[in-house]
């Protein structure tokens, strides 16, 4: 029997595009895609209202249209999960209802609390976290037929970041040049290019945690890779230590205050609530004294290169909640 509904979703756009390719050839199963598939992708910001309606019309039509001299239809919606609530609840209606030998499959990034996912006959989720990404690297290597020495698999994820779809391109071009001889990193790291970035998290995790070395590290880490410049990673501490600020105050004592009154996921609420209970209304306004120097010293107030100015702040953060920890 035909799935009706498939949701495909992940953080990471490329590794998404790249399991969505596999999955639509899964469900034609050979069958001609000029005949038995339809391909939508959602660009709602750049829509007006009418033309949203008539774009997700045609997805309707499209879904309500059974299959004519082939066994079974496929609809893929890229970027489903930008679609406008109401237009959600178009698409979960046809779920509901849908018609026989017809396949949707929903494909963005998303986290799965999203309410198509909730609706759909089966998820996908192609989430890459650490432990993730890991074996996903280690797949690919795989998968191109190369002998990569172990030991190399934790440098090459130091060096990718969170651009592990990277790996593919680079199992592509150790192939060409090793073919099936063994290797370690210091053959494959001329091939990796620059850093990959890290999640904004990771250097706030080690700062709220009191870890000095490691909270520098990953802000020079930052700070070599292509994605961000110094103004950039101060943004980046500004917004979390103006989310603490809105706690004072608020009456927030629960984690499920913190997700209502900020409009965020739980567990990050449960991770600020603490940090605001540890640090406390001063230090909580010393640190954004501190970040607002940082931003003038940037522009010029200080002779200091910028990467020092960065990990002077990321230091006396740091070491702030370090002294926290020991109340």
Not at 297 to 302: C, Q
Request: aromatic share 4%; glycine share 8%.
């Amino acid at each position: 029997m035909t799935e009706s509904a498939i949701g495909l979703f992940g953080n990471n756009e490329i590794i998404v595009n790249d399991a969505l390719h596999a999955l639509v050839g899964e469900t034609l199963n050979g069958l001609d895609p000029a005949m038995a598939l339809e391909d939508f992708t959602v660009n709602d910001d750049t829509l007006t209202p009418d033309e949203r309606e008539s774009f997700v019309q045609r997805i309707v039509t499209a879904l309500n249209t059974p299959p004519f001299l082939v066994p079974h239809r496929v609809v893929v919606v890229r970027n489903a999960y930008a679609l406008a609530k109401a237009n959600v609840e178009v698409l979960s209606r046809w779920i509901e209802a849908p018609v026989p030998e017809v396949t949707l499959i929903l494909a963005g990034t998303t986290t799965k609390s999203h309410a198509l996912l909730k609706v759909v006959g089966r998820t996908i989720d192609t989430t890459v976290g650490f432990k993730e990404g890991e074996s996903f690297v280690k797949e690919k290597l795989r998968e191109n037929n190369l002998r990569v020495d172990p030991a190399a698999i934790g440098p090459i994820m130091d060096r990718l970041g969170e651009e592990v779809e990277r790996v593919d391109a680079l199992a592509r071009t150790l192939w060409s040049v090793f073919g099936d001889a063994k290797i370690g990193f210091a053959e494959i790291e001329p091939y990796l290019g620059t850093m990959g970035n890290v999640p904004e998290w990771d250097l706030t995790d080690c700062i709220d945690r009191g870890r000095t070395a490691e909270a520098v590290k990953t802000a020079r880490r930052m700070l070599d890779s292509e994605g961000r410049v110094p103004v950039q990673v101060v943004g980046i501490l500004q917004r979390h230590y103006l989310r603490l600020a809105q706690l004072q105050n608020s009456g927030a004592a629960t984690t499920a205050a913190v997700v209502s009154l900020l409009g965020i996921k739980e567990y990050p609420a449960k991770k600020l609530l603490g940090t605001f209970n540890a640090l406390g209304t001063d230090r909580v306004a010393r640190a954004l004294q501190l970040v607002a120097q940082a931003d003038i010293d940037l522009k010029g107030a200080t002779a200091l290169e910028p990467t020092l100015i960065m990990e002077i702040l990321v230091a006396r953060l740091a070491k702030m909640s370090e002294g926290a920890g020991r109340r």
